[in-house]
């Protein structure tokens, strides 16, 4: 008797929506059974500390993060081009809104300055991409690798600048920038316990009207849809598909870069050091966002909220002393492995083979 | 029953929409060269495969020596002693002859130093009468050594029966001697081999019998000394099918060839094994002009026309498309001066399988630039699918959820609506069914007729290209062996050029 | 002269961590599965090999207990990527994620145990102490390790099987090689390296340990991996210039000005500069990347 993998003639109905469901379900269970053979925390706890993750105010903030960076992403995927590097293009997005925020005169005039911090943000987050993407057109270097490198160079560049030229005056021995002028700060809902602000609920519905547009109405999402599926038709019907993977990665890249401005000047409002200990790792959180989604903008905001549930329960449990972040990337592993082996039965089934 | 090494009794194997195997039986004797022709699509690949355990057959019996056998992978065929050896060498590039020849040898343990088979491979290589030197990385060779390697891998696995699918198509001719003449030496000792060709005059020249498969059926099996090159020709192709009639005398007085729209002069491409695939091809094709170019597959007939719409380096020499020279530029280029493009494998280079046929329409640059009007592509899936009666449940359905033969449907209307200047159509009625066969051919000639557009009609059923063409010309080894007008054509003749070599 | 060789024999530790770590992930990587994991699992053994050095009071032990638990890890993506038509990249994130968070979770209470020992016990220590001797011993390993594997892969049937399944998965399976078995092996050696490697990191390099240890170093190893094209020597030379900088980027930083995280960034850059000239020089043949590095293996039957 052999057990063999056979691709299916027909979808998995409701494949869609039963994977991912049952992978972040099966995750959690699992993150459970680990905090509890590792660290003695009994099952109940952790669930009632997942339930208040969900209905928590904070977790709002990551919810608008984690769609806009989920939205970015998929953009970039549906072309089937991996944008590891969404950590980095945030933090050049943040350093570039430093910059405007910090030394220039721009931050004086409220509207002007955080429109150019804005679109500064998206400048290099573009520019970080860009440089992934013509290494991957022109030099066919695996643009997984490269962004990932690149997140570290970000982190390194930033790091640099905080405890360097850019130290901040009055940080009373913390190694950290100063605080951005308060005439950029993003305006907070004027709501007890919410961080989320105006300006990031703006960006929120800029980011989903021009991803839905970009993708389902013009003759570039087309493209972007077809790469993912077959790169060798686009380029016998005529497309430059070298131009088509450096713009994938620049609007992904300029995409991510703005949601580090928006964490500068909607939360954070400085950048510490190191940087990484103190970026909730929504650049990775994304990418776990885009593919629970299976590439659906749709579903895009409801993973989003799910998982920055997740990731609040992971920081609440932290308060109990269990190492917060840990815990994030505990359920984002069991959800994610979960995932990656469940996907494969959306495409594929197990057939028993006799002899 | 003694001197039958590989018999195989009553083998079938189908393929969605197509049978490729009919209960074909077929005998092999120790100590001979068995050839196996056919034309495309006979089988003969096929059936090797299957031997040669890539493919499971759906019903029949396999027997060596006269036990049945079950054959499911290559493993298992090269320990019945069963080895093919096929036109794309598989060998791994960069490593040495030793290593990629080691990797078979399975009753050596992981931890054996290469320097073991040394000994045995200068031995093997010396009576094969060539020098191979073991410590060579495989990239670093030519075309035929690696196919000498091939055989010597073969051999060196303890093969007593050789399948030769088409590996003699690239050799020149010297080499392809040296082959045959190992060939005889390795049954003289008693092996067997298999040998899969199209060319008639090879097969009979070397072979101790001959078997004809046509349409996944044995036609019979003959002595070379026994048949003329004309009889065999007759086995592999068949009886004529009746001509149908595409066009009026009077149409084609009527329309003007005056100007050339694609000139292609003393063109050389590479094919993927490094070697010449189109030798020195030179033609011009007028507007409104059907150029058939007829042949059997593998003779370079991809490679011109990829290198015709800029998807495949030209090595020498120019193509000219209205008066652009086009070569070596890039697709977009081609694709802008007005010409469509049926490719060879539908699924691989023509449609995305995961878009919808709106998605498949408007991917393209002529449709589609900046915003999509999406009512615009929308009427025109309409238009298709109701003219060429294609089966979808709607336009948004994702390709790869019709049929084969659908698949084709939507790519070659599609390409057949965007072409204006020119036409490339590689076998564009493969996978169809008679009807829409017809229609399509009627609306390639509708559009030379009527719009001026030039084709480049490409087509493995020989029909075809002798039904639609202005001219047809035959290529044979990479080469234009002959450019014949439509009145002077004599079918015979044709195929004979196609296969003689 | 007896300081320069002091000073030569001082960037052993880190050295020794990133080249073995360099080295497995290397020799992984050779049979076509991409190892995104690393950073992972290298986080994770570093925090196994603290808590096992705690808990056992032996960073001996620690270093196979560490070893070990890599070897399971490598073994799981080699499974999951071969037998199942699973993206690597996919595989191996999921597995550094699930890393990360096992890492912590083993190494935080690790710590607290720490402190309790060292209430009673003053002494207690989990590192290998730095003597000239332990330093020399350290290279020692590192050149068997390069030799080791330099013979295997260039030697043996079982290096070109390896080589063969990185660069044609199908052929080599036509040529009569079970891919997954190779692959099994190749990630259980390679991860066990890299979990020598993390231990080393941990135990005699930088013995501390905090959320945070480690996490980034697998990169820094994953990027001389690539600069060096994967091989045994060039990736030594590659280990030796990063180690240097980095044991005494603290001496740099005060005579040079050199930022440590200047000196952080270069493997990183470096990797980048390398892969680029890989590409467009002749060294693409010796030192590009497996041809089907990353590539799903999945065998189809395939249709007319």
Known sequence: MRVTVVRRVKPLPLGNVLIPSLSIIIGVLLASLVLYLLMNIPPSQFFTYVGEGFVSLETLRDFILLTILGTALIISFKGAVWNIGAEGQIAMGMLAAAYIALFTNLSSSPVLGKIMMVVLALILGGAWGLIAGILKAYLSIDEVASTLIMNYVAYYILNYLVRGPWKGKHTYGYIRTDLIPESVYFSTLPIRGITITYEEILLLVITLVFAYVLLYKTALGVRIRILGSNPEALKAAGVNVKLLTITLLTISGAISGMVGAAQLAGYLHRISYPIETHTPYLGYTAILVAWLSMLDLRAVPIIAFIIGSLNQAGRLLQIAGVGGIAVTYLFIGTILVTFTILRVFSEYRIKLIRG | ?501 | MDTIIQSILAIAPAFTAYYLTALGHGFFEKSGVLNLAIDGVFYLSVAVAYASAVYMGNPYIAILISALTASIFGILLAFIVTKLPISHGAAGLSLMFLSYGLGALIGNPAVFRFREIKMTNIEFSINIPRTPLTNVALFMVSIVACLALLYILKGTKLGAAIRASGEDPHAASALGIDVLKIRLLAGAIGYALIGIGAAIFELVWLPTWQQMHGMGHGWIAFAISLSSGRHPVLTMLTSTAFATLLTYQYLLQAAYNLSPEIAKMTPFIAAIAAMTIFMVTPLRRKLSPPLSLGKIFFKEERTL
Not at chain 2, 7 to 27: H, I, Q, Y
Not at chain 2, 179 to 201: C, D, N, P
Not at chain 2, 323 to 348: A, M, Q
Not at chain 2, 484 to 499: Q, T
Request: net charge positive; with cysteine; proline share 3%.
């Open chain 2, 1 to 501: 029953m003694n001197n039958i090494v590989l018999k195989v009794k009553n083998l079938t194997k189908r393929f969605p929409g197509v049978t490729a195997l009919d209960n074909v039986s077929f005998e092999l004797r120790y100590g001979e060269i068995h050839g196996l022709l056919g034309e495309n699509g006979a089988g003969k690949s096929t059936l090797v495969k299957i031997l040669y355990g890539i493919y499971t057959p759906d019903s029949g019996e396999i027997f060596i020596d006269g036990r049945k056998v079950v054959i499911t992978s290559p493993i298992d065929a090269l320990k019945h002693g069963l080895a093919l050896i096929s036109q794309n060498p598989q060998l791994i590039d960069k490593l040495t002859i030793a290593e990629n020849l080691m990797l078979g040898l399975t009753r050596l343990g992981l931890m054996t130093p290469i320097r073991r088979i040394y000994g045995k491979l200068k031995e093997l290589s010396e009576e094969l009468g060539i020098e191979v030197d073991p410590n060579i990385e495989v990239w670093k060779l030519s075309y035929t050594q690696k196919q000498l390697v091939e055989i010597l891998k073969a051999l060196l696995l303890g093969a007593k029966v050789l399948m030769i699918d088409e590996a003699t198509t690239f050799l020149p001719s010297n080499e392809k001697r040296r082959f045959y003449e190992f060939l005889r030496k390795f049954t003289l000792e008693g092996g067997s081999v298999i040998l899969i060709t199209h060319k008639i005059r090879e097969a009979l020249e070397v072979s101790d019998r001959i078997t004809v498969l046509r349409l996944g059926k044995v036609v019979g099996t003959v002595r070379p000394n026994e048949v003329s090159i004309d009889e065999v020709r007759m086995m592999m192709f068949g009886e004529r099918i009746k001509e149908i009639s595409y066009y009026t005398e009077e149409q084609i007085k009527a329309s003007v060839r005056d100007k050339v729209v694609l000139e292609v002069r003393d063109l050389w491409v590479l094919g993927d094994h490094g070697t010449y695939a189109v030798r020195g091809v030179s033609f011009n094709i007028h507007r409104g002009e059907i150029l058939g170019i007829a042949g059997i597959a593998g003779n370079g007939q991809n490679e011109l026309a990829q290198s015709i719409m800029g998807l495949r380096k030209v090595v020498r020499g120019r193509i000219v498309i209205d008066g652009h020279d086009v070569t070596n530029k890039d697709t977009v280029k081609v694709r802008e001066l007005g010409v469509g493009y049926i490719p060879d494998s539908p699924l691989k280079h023509g449609i995305a399988p995961d878009g919808s046929i709106e998605d498949n329409i408007a991917m393209l640059p002529c449709i589609a630039k900046g915003i999509v009007r999406w009512s615009y592509v929308r009427s025109l899936a309409k238009k298709l699918i109701s003219e060429y009666d294609i089966v979808t449940p709607s336009t948004k359905t994702p390709m790869k959820l019709l049929s084969g033969g659908n698949i084709m449907k939507v790519l070659v209307s599609r390409e057949l609506s965007i072409a204006k200047k020119l036409l490339v159509a590689y076998n564009p009625t493969r996978a169809l069914d008679e009807a829409t066969a017809v229609k399509v051919r009627k609306m390639i000639k509708r559009k030379a007729l009527e719009e001026g557009t030039a084709v480049l009609l490409i087509s493995e059923d020989l029909d075809e290209v002798l039904q639609l063409s202005d001219y047809v010309a035959v290529m044979n080894s990479g080469k234009i062996v002959s450019l014949i007008p439509k009145e002077r054509i004599v079918r015979e003749e044709v195929e004979k050029l196609m296969v003689v070599k």
